[in-house]
């Protein structure tokens, strides 16, 4: 092999990168039974405020707080304080009433001038919160998310342990009937949040406290200044970056579950995703003096949570990247062109079966509820390429039978094409997922819905990282766009 076929069979199988360190990644999880945090907790019941931001949120508080309020926690340890930043619908009118019926356990906060963003609205609750030592805990979170009884419980017994910051917990899709891409969210959360935080717990640093899930001890608000950056549309992961710089440990709580309403449409989902991708471009540079140093008395350097972060980060570069070599291949050299992509998809395939496994496994609640999202997460066109890879016999005994159905002479020339066609795929199917937000912005919602399970959910989410690195570039304005919620959220057995 000359050596510009060996630079570019070697770029190709790049494309599989992010796949070994998602391996690595669900490996590591196993772990999590030995390395823990479970040896340092205690029956740590502090007087916890609940902070909620609401802008319009009419249709969610009141079940929202009701849950609160049921929770397996000491009630005179328990306030639920809201924050309402202007909003213009009942929330205001529902908050009254609440308050009015729990008085002294639910607070409204009124903001008379709103708009300033989520951490705006969370440093002016913060501010009376601080304002008096009856709190020595806060549990932020969103106004559509709904608590199992025992979560909050679960989450305060770290706080025993003085060297924990903040905890998380895991955040469930609990939108009902929802749509398929509610369950794709769902299956999609069981990756990002019950493995891979696992993971990272493994590593002893978590990546984000989820915004709609993040207790914090008050020494640590303290630490923090008593405020959350503004300049940002991630500061959930900046807070959570900050407090691990700082010497104090951030925890995942696995067993801490909080249900939420995800988007249902495509263009709903696109616009939070990114607004969360946009956010991680800036954290990826505000911290750029961090990445792959590892000794900084914080695991946030570690190769290891370098590798994790990287590789979602830069997952529609390698795809790229390697589409871009398969075809310089096919130009140099059909044969091992066709030898390579064989080779890619096999590790692929490995990959997927691998990590989609064990994600059913790790929560077969929703396994129950999303299994077919979980062998569609890739994309029909993926899958067909990963049968045709690991089985090429019976592939290739399906296109001739086809072809001779048909009656088309399939000829070498027919094959080259085929195959230029599906090395594009491995970029190309990026272009899926803008073709299913401009169809479901015409109202087409269950067309859109179709085209993300032919190119795949993986690969819409890798389009909107696409979408975040072109308006970063042009340094498009930075909007927080709330996601509209129903209040058709429950929690599901």
């Known amino acids: 092999m000359d050596p510009l076929t060996a630079v570019l069979t070697g770029l190709a199988l790049l494309g599989a990168l992010p796949l070994a360190v998602g391996v690595y990644q669900f490996a590591l999880v196993g772990a999590h039974r030995f390395r823990n945090h479970y040896r340092e907790v205690g029956d740590a019941l502090p007087r916890t405020a609940v902070l909620i931001p609401a802008w319009n949120e009419g ?9 609160l309020l049921d929770l397996d926690y000491p009630a005179e340890r328990l306030r639920v304080y809201v924050v309402d930043d202007a909003s ?46 009856w709190m020595e805990a806060t549990l932020v979170m969103d106004a559509d998310v709904v608590y199992e009884p025992d979560a909050l419980r679960k989450m305060t017994r770290h706080l025993a342990d003085p060297r924990v910051g903040a905890v998380t917990a895991y955040i469930k899709e609990g939108s009902r009937p929802g749509t398929s891409i509610n369950r794709f969210v769902a299956y999609e959360y069981v990756h990002a949040q019950a493995a891979a935080r696992r993971a990272q717990d493994v590593l002893g640093t978590v990546a984000c406290l989820a915004g709609g899930a993040q207790l914090h001890a008050r020494a640590n ?93 830069l997952l529609p570069v390698f795809m790229v990247v390697s589409s871009a070599a398969l075809v310089a291949l096919w130009v140099r050299d059909f044969e091992e062109s066709q030898e390579v992509f064989r080779r890619l998809w096999i590790v692929t395939a490995l990959a997927w079966v691998f990590i989609t496994a064990f994600a059913l496994l790790l929560d077969p609640a929703t396994a129950r509820r999303t299994w077919r999202q979980a062998l569609a997460f ?77 190119g795949g959910f993986g690969p819409l989410l890798c389009s909107i990282t696409v979408d975040a690195y072109l308006k970063e570039a042009r340094h498009a304005q930075q909007r927080w766009e709330k996601t509209e919620k129903s209040g058709a959220v429950a929690i599901r057995s």
């Open 378 to 454: 890739p994309g029909v066109m993926s899958l067909a390429f990963i049968v045709a890879a690991c089985a090429p016999r019976p592939a290739v005994a399906v296109r001739d039978g086809l072809t001779d159905l048909v009656g088309i002479d399939l000829t070498s020339g027919h094959v080259r094409a085929v195959m230029l066609v599906a090395y594009v795929w491995v970029a190309g199917c990026l272009l899926v997922g803008w073709l299913a937000r401009a169809v479901d912005r015409r109202g087409a919602g269950r067309l859109a819905r179709v085209i993300v399970y032919v």
């Open 88 to 133: 213009t619908d009942g929330t205001p009118a529902l908050l009254a009433e609440l308050a009015g019926r729990h008085p002294g356990r639910v607070v409204h906060l009124r903001r008379d001038h709103g708009g300033e963003g989520k951490a705006a609205t969370l440093n002016h609750g913060l501010r009376r919160l601080l304002a008096d030592d």
């Open 59 to 67: 249709a969610v508080l009141a079940t929202t707080v009701r849950h």
């Open 221 to 313: 608000l303290e630490a923090l200044g008593g405020r959350l950056v503004t300049d940002t549309l991630a500061e959930d992961t900046v807070t959570t970056f900050i407090t691990q710089m700082g010497g104090r440990r951030v925890v995942f709580e696995p067993d801490a579950v909080a249900w939420a309403e995800e988007p249902a449409t495509v263009d709903a989902l696109w616009r939070q995703r990114l607004r969360w991708a946009r956010g991680n471009l800036d954290v990826t540079r505000r911290f750029r003096h961090v990445w792959f140093r590892p000794g900084q008395g914080h695991g946030l350097g570690g190769v290891s949570f370098g590798l994790f972060w990287f590789a979602t980060l």
